[in-house]
């Protein structure tokens, strides 16, 4: 797959669109070739159409409790993360799936359909799996958009589609970007690596590859893996059949276990300000993001009693976060 740089460090609207297309033509070319049987029909979309879009939430993450219902510049980031899914062209449906009333209260509050899920759940795949089974209409893709990260580009989640559509070969796809050098060390940015016809190699929260210096090199395109993904739907309901394997536990990366059962994964390469909410300290980060990209501030006002309460639970020292409580009671 072929690598892209670029020096705009805040891509436009349309940079990104223009990325995707040419990762997708690039990669769309390789599948053409290896599965060169499929009908044209498939190739311009027929093949696995209908797809719906699947926000895995959960209020009891070991990293930052809570974290959907989190104010992000007043919405919640659960919020947030459900408008800019319901952008994208490609979804027929978006729902969210979670296992709490209290996050499932504050979706319905600001119009979004919930589907609840089982607490044994162990990944957002198989929290995935389980809500498309309770679903009342049959879908051939299933995009597993990560609640965590509230700017999430449409045309990011339409490009994963399209890769997975034009992939035959594929049960899986996802997304990756640069990899910025000072967050090579730091294990909550996942690392990828690709070969050249844009499937997954391997996934690491360590930095991949590691050169005999130890050190990162700045000159190498380090990949860092976009928490959006997609699957054939069939075989996500196999994925859930499939036992833990070691990569997949030692990593704590579900998408390992597709790799390691040998399954393959299509990968495109997107221009995006990867800023994912991991823990409490990114709050404000992406808070400055979204300033000074102008987004505005709506705040419902049910969601801001479930944010408040949960912010009034928790004593999150981070300064971002003071700042929403204030913001928080000034609303109400």
């Known amino acids: 797959?072929?690598?892209?740089?670029?020096?705009?460090?805040?891509?436009?609207?349309?940079?990104?669109?223009?990325?995707?297309?040419?990762?997708?033509?690039?990669?769309?070319?390789?599948?053409?070739?290896?599965?060169?049987?499929?009908?044209?029909?498939?190739?311009?979309?027929?093949?696995?159409?209908?797809?719906?879009?699947?926000?895995?939430?959960?209020?009891?993450?070991?990293?930052?409790?809570?974290?959907?219902?989190?104010?992000?510049?007043?919405k919640p980031m659960i919020q947030r993360t459900w408008e800019r899914a319901k952008l994208a062209s490609s979804l027929e449906h978006v729902v969210?799936?979670?296992?709490?009333?209290?996050?499932?209260?504050?979706?319905?509050?600001?119009?979004?359909?919930?589907?609840?899920?089982s607490e044994s759940c162990q990944n957002g795949t198989e929290r995935c799996c389980e809500a498309l089974q309770k679903l009342k209409r049959n879908y051939d893709i299933v995009v597993n958009i990560q609640g965590d990260e509230p700017l999430i580009e449409p045309e990011i989640i339409d490009g994963v589609v399209q890769a997975l559509q034009r992939a035959p070969d594929a049960v899986f796809s996802t997304a990756v970007t640069s990899l910025k050098p000072e967050d090579g060390p730091d294990p909550n940015r996942v690392k990828c690596i690709v070969d050249k016809f844009g499937y997954a190699i391997y996934f690491s929260r360590g930095l991949i590859p590691y050169n005999k210096s130890g050190k990162v090199n700045p000159q190498f395109p380090y990949l860092l893996h976009l928490g959006i993904q997609s699957y054939d739907s069939k075989f996500l309901r196999i994925y859930r059949q499939l036992p833990p394997t070691p990569l997949q536990l030692e990593e704590?990366?579900?998408?390992?276990?597709?790799?390691?059962?040998?399954?393959?994964?299509?990968?495109?390469?997107?221009?995006?300000?990867?800023?994912?909410?991991?823990?409490?300290?990114?709050?404000?980060?992406?808070?400055?993001?979204?300033?000074?990209?102008?987004?505005?501030?709506?705040?419902?006002?049910?969601?801001?009693?479930?944010?408040a309460n949960h912010l009034a639970a928790m004593s999150f020292r981070t300064a971002g976060l003071s700042g929403d409580m204030s913001l928080v009671s000034l609303a109400t």
């Open 1 to 74: 797959m072929a690598i892209f740089s670029s020096s705009s460090s805040e891509p436009s609207e349309t940079g990104t669109r223009a990325w995707i297309l040419h990762g997708l033509v690039v990669g769309s070319a390789v599948a053409a070739g290896v599965a060169g049987g499929y009908a044209a029909l498939r190739w311009f979309g027929k093949f696995r159409s209908r797809v719906v879009g699947i926000i895995p939430a959960r209020f009891n993450s070991s990293r930052f409790q809570g974290k959907p219902l989190v104010p992000i510049l007043g």
């Open 252 to 307: 704590d990366l579900e998408q390992l276990k597709v790799l390691e059962n040998g399954y393959k994964m299509k990968v495109i390469k997107v221009q995006h300000d990867a800023r994912g909410v991991d823990t409490p300290e990114d709050v404000e980060k992406i808070e400055t993001l979204m300033r000074r990209k102008n987004i505005m501030v709506i705040i419902p006002h049910i969601c801001l009693r479930q944010a």
């Open 96 to 117: 969210v799936a979670t296992d709490d009333e209290k996050i499932a209260e504050c979706c319905r509050g600001f119009g979004a359909d919930v589907i609840m899920t």
